[in-house]
């Protein structure tokens, strides 16, 4: 018998996205209810080779649902997450709502995937900002192999990540100016077509964003408290798939050829690094995949034990939804979650 699982926010990019995913996966699940807000009533997604009508999540009734797969926003989020766990579900939640509780764990399978048994505090689990879910998958076996100190990363983030309104305005704004139009700016702080933005959320007390501060506190949770991290993250008019240049300066040396070596072996990695013209993984390719790409490996001779690569992964996929259906599976393989209708 399988699990009963619930999507919340399934209309959206990331939602639309679990959903795929648990198809693909073949996740054990019996039956999959795919909920929205009322607006979206009656809208029908695809899950496989189905099509699931969606349901409110408002008046929706969690008692028998075993996970619920969550991305509706961190104000929903903090609102509904207790109520769906109190039922007795598991919320695996995509916003930043629950990421800084204590009480909550911040998962990413192949980095911490022990942790995930501190659920039990709050029944609620959280996903990682999808910029440190890609960095974390990279720098894992590094800090298990040799030790990092220290991480310089400049971040270039597709438009998905600000979710549709983010893609439209960037088609939108392409279109317009193809044909002669005066692109209108509304979801970004500046236009975003044929340009680059050094903004990506508010901006905090210190100068840094909100963003750059997320990847500076949720890379310490999920990996090492004693890692320094500072971070620039820059929108992109990409539409799918965040790139990441990243410098880290290491406790001990490593070549070239053993960080190559390491990154083969190391789960959730994918080595694209040959040193000629195109021997590199950029957004377009990694869009659709599952895998984080690492590429442009090279030693900083600037710093001692400093390398330097590019990292780049699907933001809808590993940021965000493929990483909650990960940790999905994590319960189940691990035997933590008992099924509802089983009991």
Not at 34 to 50: C, I, N, P, Y
Not at 125 to 153: E, F, M, W
Not at 183 to 201: S, V
Request: hydrophobic fraction near 40%; glycine fraction near 8%; aromatic fraction near 6%.
């Amino acid at each position: 018998m399988g699990f009963k699982i619930a999507v919340a926010g399934a209309t959206g990019n990331v939602g639309r996205e679990m959903l795929s995913i648990l198809a693909e996966r073949a996740f054990p699940a019996d039956e999959v209810v795919a909920l929205a807000s009322s607006r979206s009533l009656g809208q029908e997604v695809s899950f496989g080779d189905k099509t699931l009508k969606v349901k409110v999540l408002d008046n929706y009734d969690f008692k028998g649902t075993d996970i619920c797969l969550m991305s509706t926003g961190g104000e929903h989020s903090k609102h509904w997450a207790p109520q769906i766990a109190a039922a007795g579900c598991v919320v695996i939640d995509n916003s930043s709502a629950w990421r800084y509780d204590q009480d909550v764990p911040l998962i990413v399978p192949e980095v911490n995937a022990d942790a995930v048994s501190g659920f039990t505090r709050k029944n609620i689990i959280a996903n990682p900002n999808c910029s440190t879910a890609q960095l974390v998958v990279a720098l894992k076996p590094l800090h298990d192999a040799y030790g990092v100190k220290r991480v310089v990363v400049s971040t270039y983030q597709s438009v998905s990540g600000a979710g549709k309104e983010g893609m439209d305005e960037l088609f939108d704004q392409t279109r317009a100016i193809f044909s002669a139009g005066e692109p209108t700016t509304k979801k970004f702080q500046k236009r975003i077509a044929f340009n680059l933005i050094p903004q990506i959320d508010v901006f905090m007390e210190d100068g840094y964003t909100k963003e750059e501060w997320k990847m500076m506190v949720e890379t310490k949770k999920i990996l090492d408290p004693k890692i320094r991290l500072t971070a620039t993250c820059v929108r992109v008019p990409v539409f799918i798939g965040h790139s990441e240049s990243v410098n880290v300066e290491l406790e001990h040396p490593c070549t070239v050829d053993e960080a190559r070596a390491m990154w083969r072996s190391a789960p959730g990695c994918l080595v694209i690094d040959k040193h000629e013209n195109g021997g590199y993984i950029t957004p377009h390719e990694a869009a659709g995949e599952d895998a984080t790409y690492i590429s442009r490996i090279r030693e900083d001779a600037t710093v001692e034990n400093g390398l330097a690569f590019w990292c780049v992964s699907d933001n809808l996929r590993k940021g965000a939804a493929l990483n909650a259906v990960q940790i999905a599976e994590v319960l189940i393989n691990r035997g933590l979650l008992k099924q509802k209708k089983a009991a």
